[in-house]
DNA sequence: CCTGTGACGTGTC
DNA sequence: CGACACGCCACAG
């Protein structure tokens, strides 16, 4: 049952975001110590936003680009909820999203 | 067991 | 900027 761990820690992660702050995939994959895995914790928030509560949207790709803002129940709502926080979304991307970026494995250390 | 698929990441052309 | 390839891992059939 180690896949529960992983899914455990992506959750965990994920809710330890700050408000007006956002990570990437690879951030928490890597945290997690699945570096290459970064589809998993994508696959992993679909669970996690659905069953878990977690805040999903403040996880995008490496670009900052709202990637999976189609899997929530309305296309907007990412950039919604983003925006609400504070951050701004252009053209589905965070702007100034270097600044905006939390790693886990470097704040949470 | 093998194959296809995926909310990714990095590299190459 | 778009397209493709490879890696990486979990899951469905």
């Not at 490496?62 to 990412?78: C, I, T």
Request: proline residues 4%.
């Amino acid at each position: 049952m180690n896949k529960e761990n992983f899914f455990n820690d992506v959750y965990e992660v994920t809710k330890l975001i700050p408000e007006g702050r956002v990570t990437s995939y690879g951030a928490i994959a890597k945290y997690l110590g699945r570096t290459g895995s970064a589809r998993m914790v994508g696959w992993a928030m679909n669970q996690a936003f659905s069953e878990k509560g977690v805040p999903a949207h403040r996880v995008v790709n490496r670009n900052g680009l709202l990637s999976g803002k189609a899997h929530f129940s309305e296309p907007d709502m990412m950039q919604q909820l983003l925006e609400a926080e504070g951050i701004e979304i252009k053209d589905d991307k965070v702007v100034d999203f270097q600044s905006k970026f939390w790693d886990p494995s470097k704040e949470l250390l």
